[in-house]
Structures are given as C-alpha cells and as structure tokens.
C-alpha cells in the first residue's frame, strides 16, 4: 500500500506564490506517476500537473508558465510550486499516485491522499 501526505496549501492573494508537496510511502514502484489534481467548488476534479519518476510531465493549459511540477525521487516526493495565483485557481488540491504509465500521462491515478486546500483571494 502507499500512503500520501500533502502539505503546503493556504490562503493567499492573488499574485501570490504557494508551494504544495506530497510525500508517499509505502511499496513505492520503481516505476510510478505522481500528480496534483484540483476540485474546485462545484466543478468536477480535473488534473493539473503529472511527473513519472523518469522525468515525463503532463500540465494543463491554464497553468502553463505559472506552476511547476518537480520530483525528488530519493525522498518520494513531489512539489507544486504556484507563482501568480489566480482566484480561479482556488480548490481542494490532491495528490495522486499510480504504478500505470497511461496516456494522457496520469489517468490512472488510484492512489489519493486526502487534500489540501489552496484559497487565492482577489
């Protein structure tokens, strides 16, 4: 079993920066993908950014050129640095992980942790 743990998310103005990590733990494949997933209120959850542990990366559009997804496989976790937020950008962040390499890089995520929540005011 892995387990998940985000930490990082909060309140902040926009134009603000955050940065989220997840660490996991448990049998960690040596092959695996990670990612960050939003759910904004009363929309539906939608992925924001994937990174396989050889580097491979997945972003949606709409954050392009603010956030930045990283790795740091000897400790089994990964960021989510979020410069220029936008109060579009609110939502309960989460935490994937999944042994599956799919494409697009990240839909088989079956693996969650429990959220963290990141508020961008105006």
């Known amino acids: 079993q892995v387990q998940l743990v985000e930490s990082g998310g909060g309140l902040v103005q926009a134009g603000g920066s955050l940065r989220l990590s997840c660490a996991a733990s448990?049998?960690?494949?040596?092959?695996?993908?990670m990612g960050w997933y939003r759910q904004a209120p009363g929309k539906q959850r939608e992925l924001v950014a994937t990174?396989?542990?050889?580097?491979?990366?997945n972003c949606v559009d709409s954050v392009k050129g603010r956030f930045t997804i990283s790795r740091d496989n000897a400790k089994n976790t990964i960021y989510l640095q979020m410069n220029s937020l936008k109060p579009e950008d609110t939502g309960v962040y989460y935490c994937g992980y999944s042994r599956r390499i799919t494409f697009p890089l990240g839909d088989g995520i079956n693996v969650w942790g429990k959220g963290t929540l990141v508020t961008v005011s105006s």
């Open positions: 990174i396989s542990s050889v580097g491979s990366i």
């Open positions: 448990g049998s960690i494949a040596s092959i695996n993908v």
